[in-house]
């Protein structure tokens, strides 16, 4: 998909920029490749830079309250200073290194709903800076979030939305200001137990993911709302030699179990069953990549474990029904989402 922009900062005749993909579609810790091509406008032109920027929208929570915050969050030079002729054509190859923390915003082929992503062209000329459009880039999953993503559809959690949440996780490498958290709805038998929604977070490095859940939990008669947290480290090398369906589901039931063992909770519901997690699963856990990491109960909104602050959580969900893909369709058409891109930066 090409933007075309005459460079209104530098008036009537200035230099113009295609900034050209090669594949928009693209995976954490993939390259992202294409060319910005130039023209030049009807005199000579002394560019001090082109640069190339990765823009999303995040959620913050200031003094005032939260609110959605647009930037980009990896930068990469294209070209520095140079003179370009009238009329001179010059097409410039780049390569995007995508950080392994690149959050995902296209599931089973759709736009996933909260998720907005892009490639800004900026292209400074005498301190005049043009940031240009936006050349949109859906961000797919590596194979082994895809089977996590794949095991909680399949025990039957409806996907809720998406946001990026700045801030850090303790206790936590990152490299990025902000996490992703993708949210779901129970299923009944965990809804039951008194969890009211799951996110869902991974931070990526090269090796492993730490999976961070948060099960959010209704308060009752004589109990409040908490939220509960769990860490856990998987390797990308465990993708397809793990039955992930019943290694989530002994996420959540850890999560249920703390949460019945919390005073005032009552007695589990009939049928609900025993934990069927809690030790090495079998076939797995000897292959020594899988470690059960800090399950760590919270207090409040995020305690002490998050930094930061939910955003807004509005929309509805969509079941899974008619496959897995069904209930991470994008709720906002295509076109909307390139509407939100065009206030990027405004």
Known sequence: ??????????????PSVDTVLSNPSTYPGAPLTGNVNLVGGTQDADIEHVTLGLVTRMEVEGGGGDYSAVSDFLRVPVTGPMRLAPGQQLSIPFRIDMP??????????????GMVMGVRTELAI????????????????????????????????RFKSADLE????????QTLPFYQEI????????????????????????????????FDKRGGLFTSGQDTYSRYTVSHGDADTTDWRQVVDGWVRQAVDRRKSMPGFGHAPQGYGQPAFGHQQPGYGHHGHY?????????????????????GMGGAAMGVAGGLAAGYLAGEAIDEVGDAFEDFGE
């Open 291 to 311: 470690r059960q990491g800090h399950s760590q109960p919270g207090h409040g909104h995020h305690g002490h474990y998050r930094r930061g602050h939910h955003g």
């Open 126 to 157: 005498a301190r005049a800076i043009d940031k240009g459009d936006l050349d949109m880039v859906h961000v797919h999953p590596l194979p082994i979030q895809q089977r996590i993503l794949d095991a909680f559809a399949a025990n039957g959690f």
């Open 100 to 113: 392994w923390e690149t959050p995902i915003t296209t599931v089973y082929g759709q736009t996933l709903r």
């Open 166 to 173: 700045y801030g850090q996780i303790y206790g936590v490498h």
């Open 183 to 214: 949210e779901y709805f129970p299923p009944q038998q965990y809804a039951a137990a008194g969890i009211n929604e799951v996110e869902l977070t991974f931070v990526t490095s090269p090796h492993q993911v730490e999976v961070v859940l948060e």
């Open 1 to 14: 998909m090409v933007f075309k922009k005459l460079l209104g900062a530098f008036g009537v005749g200035g």
